[in-house]
């Protein structure tokens, strides 16, 4: 399978009009073809299929590389898979589309792929730290989607209860960040955390959540 080959699977889903109205919704020049995300979806399983890891990431990025917004959303579905026997070519690629963010959509789905491959090696947060300075807002903001496991574990153990500690320090030092995507991705590592941590949850807004701005700190404690 080639990105050429893979990119016409695509546009065989695409719907008259919607190319239009996606370019719209997302706020972006990128090339749109109309495809719906369960027909992304069931391309990429036929994808996943025939092909090897080494085939996967290869169509992968060729995928990313042709900047069209379908084309890049099954790029991140072709590499979220929980287990991946030697990922560090996967890890390595999805780490390369980090700079190219420039909206959520593109950013959170290849967030959840990231997410695997730090859920299956937890070092890789150390790559994922030199993120939180970034001058790239979005790049930033991948530091906190990224690791949202790590506020979902109800028994956690001491290492991720030292991850959990170690981005809630992330947050810490965004909290003077008005950007709005940065304060509502403090609010939604906050607000899952929550759920499972409260008495973290309620120490960071005790000592932050003045600095953070109201309807991120109102999301952070929507279930305290």
Same mark, same amino acid.
């Given at each position: 399978?080639?990105?050429?080959?893979?990119?016409?699977?695509?546009?065989?889903?695409?719907?008259?009009?919607?190319?239009?109205?996606?370019?719209?919704?997302?706020?972006?020049?990128?090339?749109?073809?109309?495809?719906?995300?369960?027909?992304?979806?069931?391309?990429?399983?036929? *994808?996943?299929?025939?092909?090897?890891?080494?085939?996967?990431?290869?169509?992968?990025?060729?995928?990313?590389?042709?900047?069209?917004?379908?084309?890049?959303?099954?790029?991140?579905?072709?590499?979220?898979?929980?287990?991946?026997?030697?990922?560090?070519?996967?890890?390595?690629?999805?780490?390369?589309?980090?700079?190219?963010?420039?909206?959520?959509?593109?950013?959170?789905?290849?967030?959840?792929?990231?997410?695997?491959?730090?859920?299956?090696?937890?070092?890789?947060?150390?790559?994922?730290?030199? *993120?939180?300075?970034?001058?790239?807002?979005?790049?930033?903001?991948?530091?906190?989607?990224?690791?949202?496991?790590?506020?979902?574990?109800?028994?956690?153990?001491?290492?991720?209860?030292?991850?959990?500690?170690?981005?809630?320090? *992330?947050?810490?030092?965004?909290?003077?960040?008005?950007?709005?995507?940065?304060?509502?991705?403090?609010?939604? *590592?906050?607000?899952?955390?929550?759920?499972?941590?409260?008495?973290?949850?309620?120490?960071?807004?005790?000592?932050?959540?003045?600095?953070?701005?109201?309807?991120?700190?109102?999301?952070?404690?929507?279930?305290?």
């Amino acid at each position: 399978m080639t990105p050429d080959a893979a990119i016409a699977a695509l546009k065989s889903h695409a719907v008259s009009g919607k190319a239009l109205q996606m370019a719209a919704y997302h706020k972006s020049s990128r090339p749109f073809l109309g495809v719906a995300n369960p027909a992304i979806d069931e391309e990429v399983r036929k *994808w996943r299929a025939d092909l090897d890891v080494a085939g996967r990431v290869q169509l992968a990025d060729g995928l990313w590389q042709s900047n069209i917004h379908e084309a890049r959303i099954a790029a991140t579905k072709l590499l979220t898979q929980a287990r991946i026997r030697d990922d560090a070519a996967v890890w390595d690629l999805i780490k390369s589309w980090v700079p190219d963010f420039d909206g959520w959509a593109l950013a959170d789905h290849a967030s959840m792929a990231g997410r695997k491959r730090l859920q299956a090696d937890p070092a890789r947060v150390d790559q994922v730290e030199q *993120w939180t300075t970034s001058p790239h807002m979005w790049t930033r903001r991948t530091a906190l989607v990224i690791t949202l496991p790590w506020t979902r574990q109800n028994h956690p153990k001491p290492a991720d209860l030292a991850i959990r500690d170690r981005v809630l320090g *992330w947050a810490a030092s965004y909290v003077d960040d008005k950007d709005w995507f940065i304060q509502k991705a403090i609010a939604w *590592w906050l607000r899952d955390l929550s759920k499972h941590d409260a008495d973290r949850t309620r120490a960071f807004l005790d000592q932050y959540g003045e600095r953070m701005k109201p309807f991120a700190r109102k999301e952070a404690s929507k279930y305290l």
